[in-house]
């Protein structure tokens, strides 16, 4: 593929299936990129044989980065090697702001987190729909899921005993009176650079390049 519309720069894989990709290098004599965008090509042309083509290159657009997600998280849940949970996370910017929620009490996956975005465990495959009331509900703000900016485990252990796949979306503020609930006791809006002088834990490198495109 020569070109995408996805904005997904990084995705860290679980050790197990690493293993799996590096067998399939030796095996067919491939590098592990040609291997995954045929595996993501071939996800494209069996789900929708009518995407839009330029020539004969497929182009991969934000829905089916979230489909191949969904797949990704549905065959992970069917191993029983280790729980896996995933974490929607909502990027919700005002102009050169985004909005940031001060956490009521620790997190029990993940430590020393206090100020940090809106975000949930996504109970069904719907995500866009269960950020959307996720945000609603922790700082009473209405928002519109706009793309999937970033996807990553946390933490990239194989030692934790829990897989966490956080999915990072940009969210569009439509409207809403602000007030904290569910998790948070406290919210404030900081400008999108500045996020990492709140935050007591690391921010990915691609949405802190993210956020300084806001």
Not at 12 to 30: D, M
Not at 101 to 126: C, I, Y
Not at 172 to 199: E, M, S
Not at 207 to 214: D, I
Request: charged share 25%; with cysteine; proline share 4%.
């Amino acid at each position: 593929m020569s070109k995408r519309k996805s904005q997904i720069t990084a995705f860290s894989l679980p050790r197990e299936t690493l293993k799996v990709l590096n067998n399939l290098q030796i095996k067919f004599h491939r590098s592990r990129s040609e291997i995954l965008r045929e595996m993501i090509e071939f996800f494209i042309n069996s789900q929708k044989p009518s995407a839009k083509k330029v020539g004969e290159t497929e182009i991969i657009d934000d829905s089916d980065a979230n489909k191949i997600l969904k797949l990704y998280y549905s065959l992970l849940s069917q191993t029983k090697s280790k729980p896996t949970i995933v974490i929607l996370i909502g990027i919700v910017s005002k102009k050169n702001n985004v909005i940031i929620g001060l956490r009521k009490s620790p997190d029990q996956n993940v430590e020393d987190l206090h100020w940090t975005f809106p975000s949930g465990k996504a109970d069904t495959l719907d995500f866009e729909n269960t950020l959307v009331k996720t945000v609603k509900e922790e700082t009473g703000l209405n928002i519109k899921t706009v793309r999937l900016i970033h996807a990553r485990l946390i933490p990239d252990s194989s030692e934790k005993k829990i897989r966490i796949v956080a999915l990072y979306y940009h969210c569009k503020l439509l409207n809403g009176v602000q007030k904290p609930g569910r998790d948070f006791k406290q919210l404030k809006w900081v400008p999108a650079t500045q996020v990492h002088r709140h935050f007591t834990t690391s921010v990915a490198d691609e949405v802190t390049t993210f956020l300084g495109t806001l």
